[in-house]
């Protein structure tokens, strides 16, 4: 196997660990903050972090950032971090948290069309079969059709997971000129700048009270400071510095050495992993749906990077 292709590997290994860990460590301090006030706090932290790694980038690479570069972060962070994680988060109120994780795991179904259209990328057997046996995989872990399905809450969630589909794939498209940090980094700042922009407005007494009426109280007079405490303030710099910072990262990393489709299958990790991981910390029953959900994974994962790595090592051999 090239170097190369280890370096893809390691990233979305790092990737998987981070995004898997979310919900884990994040059921610490449950209840403590608003959604969207995490969201803010991850993504803005995650930002100042990556910056450093940001700037020695573009130095090392001779790259500035142009106006069209500028346009084109702000729309990543529009689509990937200001819509996509808020409307999940009003679909998860209207549709149940199963539905909307059901769908937003199978985001490497639209990544990997999204791909073959916007970057040309091949989609082979091994991708159909992989995404097939993952979509039974999660939808066995999660189980959505044991509640009636609210048909609002699960066009919500088709679109946020649509919309971080286009977010990676766009992403990726300026990764190869300015390295996965960067992309990171600048998506992550426009972002959080229309996020706080959300929030302030979120504060005007007729919107509050319009919010609160429709039944998203969550949404009206969102904080920004207040809920942080010395006892949450390590889980949140947690999931902000290592799942919001680093996750993100090594995402896009991934990306410079490997297709966005494979990169993509880490959303498929999640599902079957974090379960393994709630019973580790938590102490939470895997039941035998989850157990099933996590074979079919495991085996639509190995579908899809097996012949990936094989092909990778018959050059070295030639």
């Excluded at 790092?14 to 610490?28: N, P, Q």
């Excluded at 006892?231 to 902000?240: A, C, H, I, T």
Aim: with cysteine.
């Amino acid at each position: 196997m090239t170097s190369s292709n280890k370096k893809g590997y390691l990233y979305i290994i790092i990737t998987i660990i981070m995004f898997t860990s979310y919900e884990v460590v994040l059921k610490f301090i449950s209840g403590q903050l608003n959604s969207m006030q995490l969201t803010l706090c991850r993504f803005a932290v995650g930002f100042i972090i990556l910056l450093p790694l940001a700037l020695h980038t573009l130095k090392k690479r001779g790259e500035r950032l142009d106006g069209q570069s500028l346009a084109h972060f702000a729309l990543l962070g529009l689509l990937g971090i200001a819509l996509s994680m808020p409307i999940l988060h009003v679909a998860v109120n209207y549709a149940g948290s199963s539905v909307a994780a059901v769908l937003f795991s199978c985001n490497p179904v639209f990544v990997t069309f999204l791909a073959f259209f916007l970057l040309g990328e091949p989609i082979l057997p091994r991708h159909i079969a992989a995404l097939v046996l993952e979509v039974a995989g999660t939808i066995a872990i999660i189980n959505p059709f044991q509640t009636s399905v609210n048909l609002l809450g699960t066009g919500l969630a088709l679109l946020s997971t649509i919309l971080f589909s286009i977010y990676g794939v766009l992403g990726k498209r300026k990764c190869a000129r300015y390295g996965g940090a960067v992309v990171t980094c600048f998506s992550f700042l426009f972002g959080s700048l229309i996020l706080l922009v959300i929030i302030l407005l979120s504060h005007i007494p007729a919107l509050a009270q319009a919010l609160i009426g429709a039944g998203l109280a969550d949404f009206a007079n969102i904080p920004i400071f207040a809920g942080y405490t010395l006892q949450n303030l390590p889980y949140v710099l947690f999931v902000s510095v290592g799942v919001a910072g680093v996750g993100f990262c090594c995402y896009f990393l991934a990306m410079e050495y490997q297709p966005a489709s494979v990169v993509s299958l880490v959303y498929f990790f999640k599902p079957a992993l974090a379960p393994v991981l709630a019973w580790m910390i938590h102490g939470e029953i895997i039941s035998k749906n989850m157990l099933l959900g996590i074979v079919l994974i495991v085996a639509g994962s190995l579908c899809a990077i097996i012949p990936g790595i094989v092909e990778a090592k018959r050059p070295a051999h030639s």
